[in-house]
């Protein structure tokens, strides 16, 4: 029997974030189209981030702060008087922010709730349309095409949604929000809940749903499928035949690397655990995954992991 090897890598911290939100609550953070470090800021606690009301609108108006840090630059700018609920950030058209937020009610009269808004660098809005209700994901590619994963909620309907916009699991949108690409969802690999998507370029997207746990490849049109034994994970990245999966419904913190095998079996080669330069293990609050690079997001500080590095220690 083959033995699994137990890694321990250390990470690259890319940016603590501590100064720029000074002020604000940090609301999430994801990998840009080029790599770069995305977040999304709030100046309070909105009642928003507790309620189980979709509504977009807030009671009052907030103050967001989006910060983009690449290698060669790190830049930011507040939105403010928004009542709007915001919970993604990713560059779209070079310089451009598009803003979107997970709920998006339908009314009884057929208006519903826009809740994906492009803004400029000087928070002036340029457009706004709607993706949809039960977002689970959004992400932006190098052409400024966005991909939209959605949860159960968003796929079979909640708060107005007879025929839910989330029904096929995964959208593919233009700029302007038209629907370029929709999931088929065949009886097979029907999607209740996307767990994980990992956008690799402007034509290739992975995804890992419930019910089954299969981890979904779409390239140019045509999907394939591998079951992979690992249940409930809620992030992934890849790179060739080898398949890095974050934990699961009772080791969120584990992190399992599975290699493709002849066919579509997989097999599981090693557990890695991931340290800061101190040696502390990382527990994020939430990870982000681009192709083979993870997002570790461990309060304000924002390490990232290429798969390529972890291979070689295998």
């Known amino acids: 029997m083959d033995r699994v ?66 290698e060669e630059v790190l830049q930011s700018f507040e939105l403010t008087d928004q009542d709007d609920h915001f919970n993604f950030y990713q560059p779209i058209e070079s310089d451009y922010a598009l803003l979107v ?34 977002i689970q994901d959004v992400k932006v590619t190098h052409r400024s095409f966005i991909w939209t994963s959605y949860f159960d909620e968003g796929i079979f309907g909640n708060f107005g949604w007879a025929h839910p916009v989330g029904a096929n699991g995964l959208i593919l949108w233009d700029k302007y929000g038209a629907q370029q690409y929709a999931y088929g969802q065949p009886v097979e690999h029907f999607i209740d809940d996307c767990y994980a998507m990992n956008v690799v370029n402007d034509s290739e997207v992975w995804f890992y749903f419930y019910s089954d746990f299969n981890l979904a490849h779409f390239d140019n049109g045509q999907i ?47 557990k890695v655990s991931f340290v800061d330069s101190h040696g502390h293990q990382l527990a994020p609050k ?27 220690e295998i």
């Not at 009884?108 to 660098?121: M, Q, V």
Request: proline fraction near 3%; glycine fraction near 10%.
């Open 101 to 134: 937020g997970s709920r998006c009610q339908r009314y009884s009269n057929g208006r519903c709730d826009l809740n994906a808004k492009i803004f400029d660098n000087t928070g002036k809005l340029i457009r706004e349309f709607f993706l949809g209700d039960g």
């Open 5 to 70: 090897r137990c890694v321990t890598h250390r990470t690259h911290l890319i940016h603590d974030f501590a100064h720029e939100v000074d002020g604000f609550l940090l609301r999430h953070t994801s990998l840009g189209p080029n790599g770069e470090i995305c977040a999304l800021a709030v100046n309070e606690d909105p009642w928003f981030m507790k309620a189980v009301s979709p509504d977009i609108g807030t009671e009052k108006a907030y103050t967001y702060k989006i910060i983009r840090k690449s």
């Open 224 to 270: 394939e499928y591998i079951p992979v034994p690992v249940y409930g994970a809620d992030g992934f990245v890849v790179y060739g035949d080898y398949f890095l999966f974050r934990g699961g419904y009772e080791e969120q913190d584990q992190y399992m690397l599975f290699q493709k095998q002849d066919g579509e079996q997989v097999k599981l080669i090693a």
């Open 286 to 312: 939430w990870v982000d995954c681009r192709g083979s690079e993870l997002l570790i997001q461990h309060k304000t500080a924002s390490y990232v992991v290429d798969l390529r590095d972890v291979l070689h």
